[in-house]
């Protein structure tokens, strides 16, 4: 019950600040030490075809943009980002455009979550380990199974 009052409480913040937020270019006060480092994802909804808007945590590594899909595999943005991998990603100071596609190699994946919890602010912690201090090695283990997801710039 708690569960279920705590994501329809998220649900409203995120539809009703978070992405309006970012949609009037005032990211930069979502997006901030504390609350991590956000962005929002806009698919296409796989069955509607509608226009769908996620904030989510992200980290940039050299070119590309990581994010990851919590600890199950039926968020909506993850399952419609595999069905059209093309994307917009609204950022605290920019838009850009992307495809997406899953991570499949472990490494690149844990390093991507390391990275996306060392600055994801007071989230940092959700996984019960320090992503600052945890061996490589047991980071792997730790998030083995957990969808990473590579969006690479598109240009134009």
Known sequence: ?????????????????????????????????????????????????????????HALIGENIYCYQGKHLKGQWYLNVLANPDVEILLPSSALKGHAEVVSDRKEAAIAIRQILKGSGIWAFLYGFNPYTIKDEILEEKVQGIPVIRIRRISG
Do not use: D, E, W
């Open 1 to 57: 019950m708690l569960k279920s009052i705590q994501r329809a409480l998220f649900r409203i913040f995120n539809r009703y600040i978070v992405v309006p937020a970012f949609q009037r270019n005032l990211g930069r006060f979502i997006s901030n030490p504390i609350t991590g480092n956000i962005m929002v994802i806009k698919t296409r909804g796989r069955r509607t075809g509608k226009i769908r808007y996620t904030p989510v945590h």
